[in-house]
């Protein structure tokens, strides 16, 4: 089976420094990703990792550890325009290699 | 250019209707994708294409129907739906369904309404 978990909602002062983290268990592994979605709008691809490590780019950077099925997302300098739900996911190959999503976290920028 | 094209952007139909969804891709992607979204949830799996075959089918009822006429098209019709089918329909592409690393990469989706 699978279960993929994240935190429902987050919030955060204009500027700051969020972490929303998310944890996993499934049978296979290969890939977790990280969406940004609108709300009203489709995901926007943010970030992937494969390896244990962390991948940065600009203000998002993403973390993982595959021994312990975690992965946390970072968000920086955080802007109003950052207020979205951000959904992880993960490619399974016991499934099909479908990727398949947490539940999302909202996350809320206030001034 | 990571475009996946959905047309139309909203539709509105009747439980006797016949109608489609369709996208588009050029990006030589080979793994073609169908989710359907409902508010405040993440989006769920319906249909996975590779190489224009049907490779996952989620168990998905037959009033939903996928069709792969080429590697750039995908079309989803929808025939005697339900009001609870109203969701959003993303159709999503990927280089491939298998290989590390794929880019799953989402178009705007599709606003269905069931009446």
């Known amino acids: 089976g699978q279960n993929i978990d994240q935190p429902t909602e987050m919030t955060a002062t204009e500027g700051a420094i969020v972490q929303i983290n998310c944890t996993y268990q499934t049978s296979g592994f290969n890939g977790l990703f990280w969406y940004q979605q609108h709300a009203g709008e489709a995901p926007t691809f943010l970030s992937y990792?494969?390896?244990?490590g962390l991948e940065e780019k600009g203000r998002f950077s993403s973390f993982l550890s595959r021994s312990k099925g975690y992965s946390y997302l970072l968000l920086k300098e955080l802007q109003m325009k950052d207020s979205a739900s951000y959904l992880c996911a993960v490619r399974d190959p016991a499934a099909g290699n479908k990727l398949t999503f947490g539940g999302g976290t909202r996350v809320l920028v206030k001034p | 250019d990571t475009e996946v094209t959905q047309t139309p952007k909203h539709l509105v139909m009747g439980m006797t209707n016949k109608k489609s969804l369709k996208c588009e891709q050029h990006m030589g992607h080979r793994a073609m994708y169908w989710y359907k979204q409902k508010a405040k949830k993440p989006p769920e799996l319906m249909f996975v294409y590779s190489y224009e075959k049907l490779s996952i089918n989620e168990s998905v009822p037959s009033r939903f129907s996928p069709e792969c006429p080429n590697s750039s098209l995908l079309n989803l019709h929808l025939h005697a739906l339900q009001p609870e089918d109203s969701a959003l329909y993303l159709c999503?592409?990927?280089?491939?369904?298998?290989?590390?690393?794929?880019?799953?990469?989402f178009g705007e989706g599709s606003w269905l309404t069931v009446v």
């Open positions: 999503a592409s990927s280089q491939d369904r298998d290989s590390s690393g794929n880019t799953i990469y």
């Open positions: 990792n494969v390896l244990d």
